[in-house]
């Protein structure tokens, strides 16, 4: 990783640090291994950290009066000195049981010229990075999605897309965690809980965690 930071203010209190553009496995591994790392560091000034795709959000308390930039940085300077720019100690594997009964899995077999069976298979094949949490509460963006999967989000969004579904949007995919207008393809439900608003940690999932879909006949 670059030691040379894309650094810009969010407000006189955050700054988001941008590792390249796009979505890509790559950029987002950087995202995640920096935020991983300062997770661990715990630095007591730090109260909020918020990675997306290729950004990491960094939010500091009101009571701190430092050079932001500069805290960064050598924050930064140790990462790298560590070696610590491909690692993630935090990620965790979930098993999420999908029965692939989606209102879409049709048309997306008919649009990626396969069948179902296949769409089903190449969907839960597939270990899935958390690339980010966000949209809804406890919303997943997962990536590793075959690109024989990728279809174009839908030129009108559905009003409802019901709690649990399980859905492909372009060339990502993810899970709704409650009743939600959403413009992406549902090709299966699950049944996992995905946001305890009373827990400590509130998304049942956070970045850099690994998923892999299982399949189940109901």
Not at 49 to 55: D, E, F, G, H, I
Not at 123 to 131: L, N
Not at 171 to 187: A, E, K, L, N, V
């Amino acid at each position: 990783m670059s030691s040379t930071l894309q650094i810009s203010y969010i407000n006189e209190k955050a700054l988001n640090i941008c590792f390249g553009e796009g979505i890509c496995t790559e950029i987002n591994q950087k995202v995640l291994s920096f935020f991983s790392f300062l997770k661990i560091k715990n630095h007591p000034e730090i109260i909020d950290l918020v990675p997306t795709y290729n950004t990491l959000g960094i939010y500091f308390s009101e009571n701190f009066i430092g050079n932001f930039e500069s805290t960064i940085l050598h924050l930064h300077s140790e990462f790298i000195e560590n070696g610590l720019t491909e690692k993630n100690n935090e990620e965790e594997l979930f098993e999420i049981l999908v029965s692939y009964i989606g209102v879409d899995l049709e048309n997306v077999a008919k649009f990626c010229n396969l069948e179902i069976s296949e769409v089903i298979k190449i969907h839960s094949e597939p270990i899935y990075t958390v690339a980010m949490i966000g949209f809804l509460p406890g919303f997943p963006y997962l990536m590793g999605l075959d690109s024989r999967l990728f279809i174009p989000r839908k030129n009108t969004p559905e009003l409802i897309v019901k709690k649990g579904s399980v859905a492909i949007g372009g060339i990502q995919t993810g899970i709704y965690p409650q009743d939600s207008p959403g413009g992406w393809h549902i090709i299966g439900t699950t049944e996992q809980e995905l946001f305890f608003p009373d827990s400590p940690q509130k998304s049942y999932l956070k970045p850099g965690d690994k998923i892999r879909f299982i399949p189940i006949k109901i």
